[in-house]
């Protein structure tokens, strides 16, 4: 099932990682997410299901879900309480939400999980234009977006 879904993934791993993972973040991650981190430690989504919103507004395609590891033999990084990390210093990205994925967007256009901005319900998940300072509700939970790219791999296998 992974393979369907990504086109390079991280590292499985164990709930003891996970743990490790929530230590470091400050917070614990919905389940459906941590699922998927065990699964197949994140990665880059392949083309097609990658589609969140019909109307494709701020390029609001999920390219990379971070979660664990690198893939065998490459140099790319999907740590959450790593690499992800890091960028948020970087880009300087909203206090207000952590950093899960990349959009396709312009450069700096990150997927946030909200955890207080009370625009947003908690758990949500934003599309930030951090050039233009744009924010896209794209889903209101992870469990929302895991089934939106769910279906886009049905729709895919149905055509």
Known sequence: MWNDLFFEQGQPCDQARIDAIHTRIRFELPEKYQEVIRGCGGGMLRRGIDQLRDDDE???????????????????????DGYAMQLMHIWEMPSWGYFIGQAEGEIHTPILLNLSNPNYPMGALICVDME????????????????KIESNLANKSDN
């Open 132 to 147: 233009c300072n744009k924010e896209v509700l794209i889903a209101n939970s992870f469990e929302e977006l895991w089934h």
């Open 58 to 80: 701020l390029g609001c395609r999920l390219r990379i879900l971070y979660g664990n590891g690198k893939p065998p033999g490459k140099i790319t990084d999907y740590d959450l």
